[in-house]
């Protein structure tokens, strides 16, 4: 079935830093791609979505490509704050419009 | 507006004991669903309701676990009897169709831990 697969964590960064999260997907059609974040006590909240092949989907700063080629919808930011510490879900839609998710990863950024 | 509420926020219970988790959705959305998250994993769907009718609970183990919308608001999942494997964060969530997954809106869960 349908699968994505995300870096393990924590991944730990200074302030500033330049951020990846790199995911990987499986699936048999054409899915829909997404970014949920976890902030800590709060609810899963969506970060960016990307519907087709090469769309790219961007949000407080965060962005991610549809890589069809190599079926992958790496996370990366220029530079991280405190504040986007959380955990990080990748996540596609199955055939049936249910959203598998991947692991997460916990992004933990230091001051 | 108000979120999608849910309670408690901890549960701590042993073993073969009973359980049960309350989800209000957001006003107005029609679809709501039960994730089931446990540690190191993503979360898993276990059931999705459209209104008061179910549409998918293929992956909800129904010999312990069940799930009602009554009147199409607010759901109710429970548990009986439960295990040790299912110490896990339940979340709710909402979205207005159930399609839109963009527009789908989740709750802070309930962490249930199985003595």
């Known amino acids: 079935g349908d699968s994505v697969t995300q870096m393990e964590g924590p991944v730990t960064l200074s302030e500033e830093a330049f951020l990846t999260i790199n995911c990987t997907y499986t699936?048999?059609?054409?899915?829909?791609l997404f970014w949920y974040v976890q902030y800590p006590g709060e609810g899963l909240q969506l970060l960016l979505k990307?519907?087709?092949?090469?769309d790219k989907g961007s949000n407080k700063g965060f962005e991610a490509t549809y890589r069809k080629e190599t079926t992958s919808f790496h996370l990366e930011k220029g530079s991280v704050q405190v504040s986007d510490s959380a955990v990080y879900f990748c996540?596609?839609?199955?055939?049936?419009?249910?959203?598998?998710f991947g692991t997460g990863t916990l992004l933990a950024v230091q001051p | 507006e108000a979120g999608v509420a849910q309670s408690p926020r901890y549960k701590i219970i042993e073993k073969r004991q009973s359980v049960a988790f309350w989800c209000n959705p957001i006003?107005?959305?029609?679809?709501l669903y039960w994730y089931q998250q446990i540690l190191g994993q993503g979360p898993k769907l276990l059931i999705q309701?459209?209104?008061?009718?179910?549409?998918?609970d293929s992956q909800l183990p129904k010999d312990r676990f069940s799930a009602e919308r009554l009147k199409g608001v607010d759901s109710t999942l429970k548990i009986q009897p439960a295990k040790l494997e299912d110490s896990a964060v339940y979340l709710c969530?909402?979205?207005?169709?159930?399609?839109?997954?963009?527009?789908?809106?989740f709750g802070s869960g309930t962490q249930l831990s199985v003595l």
């Open positions: 969530a909402s979205s207005l169709a159930g399609g839109v997954l963009e527009k789908l809106f």
């Open positions: 699936a048999t059609g054409y899915p829909s």
């Open positions: 990307a519907t087709k092949a090469d």
């Open positions: 996540a596609l839609s199955d055939p049936t419009n249910k959203l598998i």
């Open positions: 006003s107005g959305h029609a679809t």
């Open positions: 309701f459209q209104n008061n009718g179910v549409v998918d």
